[in-house]
């Protein structure tokens, strides 16, 4: 197939999505700082909760801070550059840094979707197999489970971004806020047919394999809760609320994504396809750490422990020093 007359690899590409707000770029500028220090904040508190307290070495926690993990990972891939072109009056991102962008991105999404669904078979598993649960999760298999929602991300955006890599484009602007990997598969010149069907499947592999698994777990949940006590019912709202609705708020915000990336949203204000495209990657990583924070005791404890006691026996000293 021969070249295209007017093919080019840029240098950068421009993020024309940002709006000019003036003088208050600045006030911006700290609320998203704020926003972002609280999401590395809480995800690492409840981190260090998990790795220092042995009572909490279990499947289902072990779990859970390998999705704080991933909520700090996908928050460090978004926020600094967002930070950067708040204060910029030319928002220009290198291609390397963009195509870095893209991956560590899509590598978050695809983590995400698959730590949920890695929860909710265990959850299946401590409900409606209670006396097999030890048996069936080793210590090998927890490992497993956490390699291959890692892993399978990484893979598939290893597989996207070299072959996005090899485009020729005929322009540099990306109609977001961020960089992604179908705005920039849209600026090719040449042929995506193939890169559309690898991203077809790899979307399809990403998103309906895990969903499948959460939905035919929480079937066998609620058959369970139906047939069973009502000790055995409360047990199962308190331990899959948190769960259901970490995974509802995700599903809203990827679901947006991908229906903003594949169909015109020429119709919807800028300002709310801007708020609608960042749900995903700012309320998830918020969202997650208070839910699960404030629901499990010995999280509530601790931070109790650290932002209130701590600070307390820290000033004690002093006060003592100062009557002296």
């Given amino acids: 197939m021969p070249e295209p007359l007017n093919s080019t690899f840029p240098y950068y590409f421009t993020l024309s999505a940002y709006i000019d707000v003036g003088g208050f770029r600045y006030l911006l500028f700290l609320i998203i700082l704020c926003l972002f220090l609280c999401i590395i904040g809480a995800n690492s508190l409840l981190v260090y909760v998990i790795s220092v307290n042995r009572s909490l070495h279990e499947p289902m926690y072990i779990f859970l801070c390998s999705l704080f993990i991933n909520e700090v990972y996908g928050s460090s891939a978004l926020f600094p550059l967002l930070l950067v072109q708040i204060l910029s009056h030319v928002h220009q991102v290198a291609v390397p840094l963009c195509f870095l962008q893209n991956f560590c991105?899509?590598?978050?999404?695809?983590?995400?979707?698959?730590?949920?669904?890695?929860?909710?078979?265990?959850?299946?598993?401590?409900?409606?197999?209670?006396?097999?649960?030890?048996?069936?999760?080793?210590?090998?298999?927890?490992?497993?489970?956490?390699?291959?929602?890692?892993?399978?991300?990484?893979?598939?955006?290893?597989?996207?971004?070299?072959?996005?890599?090899?485009?020729?484009?005929?322009?540099?602007?990306?109609?977001?806020?961020?960089?992604?990997?179908?705005?920039?598969?849209?600026?090719?010149?040449?042929?995506?047919?193939?890169?559309?069907?690898?991203?077809?499947?790899?979307?399809?592999?990403?998103?309906?394999?895990?969903?499948?698994?959460i939905f035919y777990s929480y079937v066998l949940i609620l058959k369970v809760c139906f047939s069973g006590s009502k000790q055995t019912r409360q047990k199962a709202v308190s331990t899959c609320s948190p769960h259901i609705a970490s995974l509802l708020n995700f599903s809203f915000g990827a679901c947006f994504e991908i229906l903003q990336s594949r169909f015109d949203m020429s119709g919807v204000p800028n300002v709310l396809r801007i708020i609608l495209s960042l749900y995903w990657l700012t309320c998830q990583p918020l969202f997650n750490p208070l839910l699960y924070g404030l629901n499990i005791n010995p999280f509530c404890v601790f931070a109790v422990t650290v932002f209130f006691l701590l600070p307390v026996h820290a000033v004690k000293p002093l006060f003592s020093f100062s009557l002296l």
């Fill in 105 to 213: 991105l899509f590598a978050y999404g695809g983590s995400e979707l698959l730590i949920l669904a890695v929860m909710s078979y265990d959850r299946y598993l401590a409900i409606c197999c209670p006396l097999d649960y030890q048996a069936r999760m080793t210590p090998n298999r927890i490992s497993f489970l956490i390699a291959l929602t890692w892993v399978c991300p990484l893979f598939f955006c290893v597989v996207m971004t070299s072959l996005s890599a090899t485009l020729h484009l005929c322009n540099n602007v990306i109609q977001k806020v961020y960089c992604d990997n179908h705005s920039i598969t849209k600026s090719a010149c040449t042929d995506t047919s193939l890169i559309n069907a690898w991203g077809l499947l790899i979307t399809s592999l990403s998103v309906f394999v895990p969903l499948v698994i």
